[in-house]
């Protein structure tokens, strides 16, 4: 079932299983908070069973880039097209936020976003790959956050 993110009212709905389950609602809250001011969407996500194609590709993404495999459950999933540019977002049961960037006129600027919930631990299979930056939120407290450019087509 669908839910449209409310930024203004956090709610754990749909990542109830996460042990840092308030702090992953302030993360996705943020990203919703993130597409209305920027683009006047909507932020919907759906439980990951629904999205197998947006959540393959995904983890097909990391696979093939960097050898990444999340180790722990997705919980949702939420695309966002906005004119020229499309996102996929996947949230996981441990606190973390993956998003893929792909705008479709410029290769060079597609990426893959990583987003740790406040509270968490830099997953092992991210540990020793990248580092990450702190972003202080009102919504999530805060973020600690990497990415990589993506070299295929996908």
Do not use: C
Not at 17 to 37: C, D, Q
Not at 127 to 145: C, H, M, P, V, Y
Request: glycine content about 6%.
């Amino acid at each position: 079932m669908a839910y449209e993110v409310d930024w203004k009212d956090v709610s754990t709905v749909g990542l109830e299983s996460s042990p840092v389950a308030e702090a992953l609602a302030g993360l996705r809250a943020n990203e919703a908070r993130y597409f209305r001011n920027k683009y006047d969407v909507a932020f919907v996500t759906v439980p990951a069973a629904e999205a197998k194609d947006s959540l393959d590709r995904v983890t097909r993404i990391l696979a093939d880039e960097r050898d990444i495999v999340i180790s722990t459950p997705a919980l949702e999933v939420a695309e966002v097209e906005v004119p020229g540019i499309r996102w996929t977002h996947v949230f996981y049961e441990s606190g973390l936020g993956v998003n893929v960037l792909w705008p479709e006129d410029d290769p060079k600027k597609r990426a893959v976003g990583f987003k740790l919930s406040d509270g968490m631990d830099v997953p092992p299979e991210l540990e020793e790959k990248f580092k990450f930056a702190r972003q202080k939120s009102k919504l999530a407290g805060t973020i600690r956050g990497s990415y990589f450019v993506i070299k295929g087509d996908y």
